[in-house]
C-alpha cells in the first residue's frame, strides 16, 4: 500500500546515483529488499558480488546464512525488511570509505522513516558506525539496546564474519533470541 508505493518511488528517485564513486562501478544499485511494513529492518554493510550481479541484498553466500538465521527467528525472509548502509558494491568487497558511507546515509535514513520498523538488527561493525555513529569495536556494541531516533536498535555479527568464525554463531544466536524476545515477546 503505501510504504510499498514510497518505497518504490524513492527507489526509482535514487537509482542511478553517482555521488560517490561506488556509483561509475556498480553493475546493479541495490536498494533493499523485503516488505515495506517489516517490524524488523536488518541492515549490512554493503552489496557484494552476487548481489551486485542481481541487485539484491545478502543473496550469496552470507546471505544464505542470514536467510537461515531469519527462519531459525520462526520469521521468514519476505517478513522482515533487509537493506545495506551503501547500496553499490565496493571494489573487491572493500569496507565501504567514510565519506561513501556518508554519501549513502540519507539513503538509509529515508528507508527507514518509510519502513518505520519497531526494531533494527544490524549486521557487524561498518554498519553499526555508518547508523549510529559509534567507534567501538563490535564486541563492545553487541549486549545493549541502542537507539536510531527512537527505535531499538541490536548490534550482532555479520555473517560473513560467521562463515569465517563460526565460534560466533552461538553468541550471534543469542543476540537474535533477545532482538526477537524486545521484538514480540516471542521466547526462541
Ligand atoms: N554482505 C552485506 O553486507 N550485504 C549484502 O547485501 C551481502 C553481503
Redesign the pocket.
Known sequence: QDQAAALEAFRQQICECTRCPLGQTRQRF?FGDGDPGAGILFV?????EE?DRQGL??V?A??QLLTKIIEAMKMRRDQVYIC?AVKCRPPNNRTPAPEELAACAPYLERQIEIISPRIICV??RTAAQALLQLDSPLNAMRGRLHQYRGIPVVVTY?P?ALLRHAEWKRQTWEDVKWLRREYDGTEL
Do not use: I, Q
Not at 44 to 48: D, H, L, R, T, V
Open positions: 541495490v549490512g554493510e554493503g552489496p557484494g548481489e541484498p545478502f550469496g552470507a546471505g545495506n549486521l557487524g555479520h560473513a
